[in-house]
């Protein structure tokens, strides 16, 4: 992807459309130097064969009142201008096919590089910034085939070539014709109109772009509405109606100012240059007039230069198969640049990694384990500090469990274990080496994690559990059957129309949705998998916060049991359900306040043990007695 430009804000209108004229232009090679010279040729030709209609049929009105002129002479002018309309028609698909391609490849090359700045290269705190997303949306939205993309604006720029050969042609044949002056009134008349045209549409694209907030507004109640998520409490509560009446308020906020800024950009402009038209044709026709009225213009001369000034006076309007194109589709490639620039500037500032081999190769499984030695993490520069001074050593082939209340900063200790963050200051360390020193790519080839949120992908069940370990080649069923085993999976298996290659999800044919917590044991299954193929560490978030207490007792005594020697961490906010851990830390405000066995714990009377029996006292479970 090219390099992005700064923002156009306060830049003149000249130096902004030449400036996104030389990127419109530095897409083009993205679409195969093949490909693109061959379109160029075509549009050429497609632009020159109205000129040739023109001069063909002028010669057939030459020759048919002159006495003496052959039927052959005649029958070859008519079949010179129809062959010429004729290729013309025959071309046109040919020029909408290749226009196709380069739309398709120079997309491809967009989403790519969208998707590995999104994705890979850039720290995870670019998408937790709500601008960023803003321009995220933005360039989704026209690969979404909401807007205009890229690849159209590209498409749209070669489809241009024949309107501007036609327009060069018609000013040389009115040169020819008539005089150069005529010529040159021609041209700038015609760019003129061109210019104001493309002006109006540009403005009018600004002020599309500026209501893009009360478009997400409308999309958003439209999808609540008519989705299946929200749509029982909406009829238990009876907010239909609610929901109709603020959908129209929503409109009308975005159609009034829309509309209002449609009829003051276009419409006083369009006054304007269509008496610049009328006065420039006008012009030009009196140009023509006193020759042709002394009789100093034959037949064929005043024919080819009528119809040669029609051609730039249709400047005048949009091209269907460019304006709305390059307009739109380069605003898109816009946020996508915006996008890439944040992204670079976060990579600037995120803490280098020391220079080492980059062999792809996972990095190895920690020895001696992992240690957080002083670690101080803030989202923000001026932000509190979620961790504050964090301590703590995750011993090798030991169960280790992070309690806590909410906002203790366990999440954020994942986060800053599995590389989605770097340490504000203070460093994480695996066998003493810190992790810095390594890729992220590297040490994340060695984690299986289930998130607190984590992703149901519209996909089979197969391909749901599997991904917790792509890139390791083909999946094998025994790893996916022990990973389906360990997340207590096999009777949703029994029950499935299609077996694993059921797709999860009911918008799709045969395809069938789970619960809360059957989602939940598939995420389970993606991380075990993992665990099958070679991860060494397994990380999860609040793994069991959709199973009820029994299921979640019953969870983690299974868990605890399968992975005896295994590096673990457990995430959770009820104390009684991890007390089998190796090990039990409690954070609270950023640090770690006690640590030890659960019995441990309990002896020691201090905050655990406070809080390990005001959950239990919630529930009629022999875990209090046990405490006790």
Avoid at 256 to 273: A, H, K, N, Q, S
Avoid at 355 to 377: D, I, S
Avoid at 400 to 413: D, F, H, P, R
């Amino acid at each position: 992807m090219s390099p992005p430009h700064a923002p156009t804000a306060s830049v003149s209108p000249l130096r902004a459309r030449a400036r996104r004229t030389r990127d419109l232009i530095g897409l083009l090679p993205h679409a195969g130097a093949g490909l693109v010279s061959a379109a160029v040729a075509l549009n050429l030709v497609i632009g020159l064969l109205p000129l040739a209609f023109i001069v063909w049929m002028s010669v057939l009105l030459d020759r048919l009142p002159r006495a003496g002129t052959g039927t052959g002479a005649v029958l070859a002018a008519l079949f010179l201008a129809l062959g010429a309309f004729v290729l013309q028609q025959l071309l046109a698909p040919f020029q909408a096919a290749l226009g196709e391609v380069a739309t398709r490849r120079v997309d491809g090359h967009c989403v790519t590089g969208l998707m590995d700045t999104a994705l890979r290269r850039s720290p995870i705190s670019l998408l937790e910034n709500e601008e960023t997303l803003k321009l995220l949306s933005d360039a989704r939205g026209a690969f979404d085939r909401l807007l205009p993309t890229p690849g159209d604006a590209a498409a749209g720029a070669l489809a241009l070539i024949a309107r501007y050969t036609q327009l060069s042609g018609a000013v040389v044949l009115v040169g020819i014709t008539l005089s150069p002056w005529a010529a040159l009134l021609t041209g700038a008349t015609a760019l003129l109109l061109r210019f104001g045209q493309r002006g109006s549409l540009g403005r009018f694209a600004g002020l599309y772009q500026g209501l893009a907030g009360e478009r997400r507004k409308i999309a958003y109640m439209l999808r609540t509405a008519g989705g299946t998520e929200a749509a029982k409490e909406i009829r238990v509560l009876g907010l239909s109606g609610w929901f109709g009446a603020r959908h129209h308020a929503d409109m009308r906020g975005y159609l009034d100012p829309l509309w209002e800024g449609r009829r003051r950009i276009l419409m006083g402009p369009f006054v304007v240059l269509a008496l610049a038209g009328l006065a420039g044709g006008s012009g030009v026709l009196l140009l023509l007039a006193g020759p042709a009225a002394r009789g100093e213009l034959s037949l064929l001369t005043l024919a080819i230069a009528l119809q040669a000034v029609l051609i730039p006076m249709r400047f005048g309007v949009y091209f269907p198969e460019a304006d709305v194109q390059t307009q739109y589709g380069m605003q898109a490639y816009d946020s996508l640049t915006a996008f890439t620039r944040r992204a670079a500037a976060l990579e600037e500032r995120a803490p280098a990694a020391a220079p080492r081999p980059r062999t792809g190769e996972a990095a190895p499984a920690p020895a001696e384990g992992v240690r957080f030695e002083n670690v101080v993490f803030r989202y923000t520069p001026d932000g509190p500090a979620v961790l504050d001074g964090l301590d703590l050593e995750i011993e090798a082939g030991r169960s280790t469990a992070i309690v806590g209340l909410n906002g203790a900063g366990k999440t954020t200790l994942v986060k800053l274990l599995t590389r989605l963050h770097e340490p504000t200051s203070g460093r994480v360390t695996a066998d003493g080496a810190d992790l810095r020193d390594r890729t992220p790519a590297e040490w994340q080839r060695r984690l299986a994690v289930t998130f607190q949120k984590f992703n149901r992908y519209e996909l089979s069940l197969r391909d749901n559990v599997v991904l917790g370990a792509p890139g390791t080649g083909a999946p094998e069923d025994a790893a996916f059957e022990a990973a389906m085993a360990r997340a207590g999976l096999d009777d949703v298996l029994a029950r499935l129309p299609h077996g694993p290659d059921t797709v999860l999800s009911r918008q799709y044919e045969d395809g069938i949705d789970l619960s809360g917590g059957q989602w939940q044991r598939v995420a389970l299954a993606r991380s075990f998998h993992a665990v099958e193929r070679g991860a060494r560490i397994l990380v999860l978030d609040e793994p069991t916060s959709q199973l009820d207490v029994r299921a979640e007792v019953e969870f983690f005594d299974r868990f605890l049991t399968m992975t005896k020697g295994l590096t673990s961490v457990v995430i959770s906010h009820r104390f009684s359900t991890v007390r089998r851990a190796d090990r039990i830390v409690v954070l609270e405000h950023g640090k770690v306040a006690e640590q030890g066995t659960h019995d441990e714990l309990l002896a020691l009377g201090g905050r655990y043990a406070e809080l390990f029996r005001l959950q239990a006292q919630r529930f009629s479970d022999p875990l209090l007695e046990e405490a006790r």
